[in-house]
C-alpha cells in the first residue's frame, strides 16, 4: 500500500531564505506527483505537477525535483516570503481515480 | 482556468438534519472526488465519481452517499448528520485516464462543516 510522508511536519524560516520541503513516497509506480499549497480554512490549490517520466518542474521561485527510483520529491522555494506561509502537501497519483496524500508541512516566513 | 465551486464556505447544522453539500466543476472532467479533511488524519476520500450515474466508495464512506445526475455537478449527502462529521470537506476534479492521466487534480474551497 502506498504511503507519502512529509518531513518536516512544520518549518519556521526568516524571511528570504531558501528553503526546502520533503515528500517521500513507499512506492515507486506512480503517474505523477503533485505538490498543494493550504492556506487555513480554504481549500488546496495546485503549484506544480511532476509527471513520472520527468525530473524537475518549475513555476517562478519554486521548483520541484523527482526521483522515482528512490521514492522522494523535493519542493524548493527561493527567497521566501511571508506571503509564502501556508500548509504544502504533496499527492501521488497511483491510479486512475486514486490519490494518496502527504499530510503536509506548515510553514511560516517570519518578516 | 479550471474553476471547482463547492456552495457553501461554512455550514451549521443539527444532529439528525439532512445536510446537502454541493459542488460544480466547469471543465468537463469526468472525475470528481469528496474528501474530508480533519487535523492528524490529513485527507481522506469519501466517494468518487468516473461519470454521470456512477459512484464508487472511498475510504470512509460510512454515513454519506453521494450523487451525480449531471457531469458537472457532484453532491455529497449527510442522510442523518452527526457531530463526529464536523470536519472540513474538499471536493475535486481530474479529467478522466487515458491521454490526461497526467493533468492535475482541482480542488474547491472547502466547506467547513459544524454538526451541534
Known amino acids: 500500500k502506498q504511503e507519502v510522508t512529509q518531513i518536516p511536519a512544520a518549518l519556521s524560516v526568516p524571511e528570504g531564505e531558501n528553503l526546502v520541503l520533503n515528500c517521500s513516497f513507499t512506492?515507486?509506480?506512480?503517474?505523477?506527483l503533485q505538490w498543494f499549497r493550504q492556506d487555513p480554512g480554504k481549500g488546496l490549490t495546485s503549484l506544480l505537477l511532476?509527471?513520472?517520466?520527468?525530473r524537475e518542474q518549475t513555476s517562478g521561485r519554486l521548483n520541484a525535483s523527482l526521483d522515482k527510483s528512490s521514492g522522494r520529491s523535493t519542493l524548493y522555494i527561493a527567497a521566501s516570503q511571508p506571503g509564502d506561509s501556508a500548509t504544502y502537501l504533496c499527492?501521488?497519483?497511483?491510479?486512475?481515480?486514486?490519490?494518496?496524500f502527504g499530510p503536509g508541512t506548515r510553514l511560516s516566513v517570519l518578516p | 482556468d479550471v474553476k471547482v465551486t463547492q456552495s457553501s464556505r461554512y455550514l451549521v447544522k443539527r444532529t439528525g438534519e439532512k445536510v446537502f453539500l454541493e459542488c460544480v466543476q466547469d471543465?468537463?472532467?469526468?472525475?470528481m472526488f469528496w474528501y474530508r479533511q480533519d487535523p492528524g488524519l490529513g485527507l481522506r476520500l469519501i466517494y468518487f465519481?468516473?461519470?454521470?450515474?456512477?459512484?464508487e466508495k472511498g475510504d470512509i464512506p460510512e454515513g454519506y452517499s453521494v450523487s451525480r445526475e449531471k457531469k458537472e455537478r457532484f453532491s455529497l449527502i449527510l442522510e442523518s448528520a452527526s457531530t463526529n462529521q464536523t470536519s472540513m470537506y474538499l471536493c475535486?476534479?481530474?479529467?478522466?485516464?487515458?491521454?490526461?492521466?497526467?493533468?492535475?487534480?482541482?480542488f474547491g474551497n472547502g466547506t467547513r462543516l459544524t454538526v451541534t
Open positions: 465519481s468516473y461519470d454521470v450515474k456512477m459512484k
Open positions: 471543465m468537463d472532467h469526468e472525475n
Open positions: 499527492a501521488v497519483r497511483v491510479g486512475g481515480q486514486n490519490f494518496v
Open positions: 512506492d515507486s509506480a506512480i503517474y505523477n
Open positions: 511532476i509527471q513520472s517520466s520527468q
Open positions: 475535486a476534479s481530474s479529467p478522466a485516464t487515458g491521454p490526461n492521466l497526467n493533468s492535475p487534480l482541482h
